[in-house]
């Protein structure tokens, strides 16, 4: 008999404990869910970095094609080029903020 009772006692002192753990979660929950909403919102702005990204490499294209005497299309194909280049490296960033942002 005294097994039994060991046992029980074990049992009811598990329950104790999960219902513990159980009335702790849902703090948890809203305090990760409070460190994550500055992520949120600037989650709407990522997206940015990779049009401004975009518009930085067509500029640095284009005056290094007026820079080494191009014509109009020398200065469009180096805009597109750089800015194709820039877009690549903003969307690298783009995912690394995301996925430390989102931690």
Known sequence: ??????????????????????????AELTELKSRTEPAKELKGYLNMIVIAAAL????????????????????????AGYAMAFIVVGLIATVIIDRVLSV
């Open 56 to 79: 930085l490499g067509a500029l640095i294209g284009g005056l290094t094609a007026r820079k080494r005497g191009g014509n109009r299309l020398d200065i469009a194909q180096y805009a």
């Open 1 to 26: 008999m005294a097994g039994w009772t060991a046992l029980a006692w074990r049992v009811t002192d598990l329950q104790r404990t999960a219902q513990l753990w159980a009335s702790k979660i849902p």
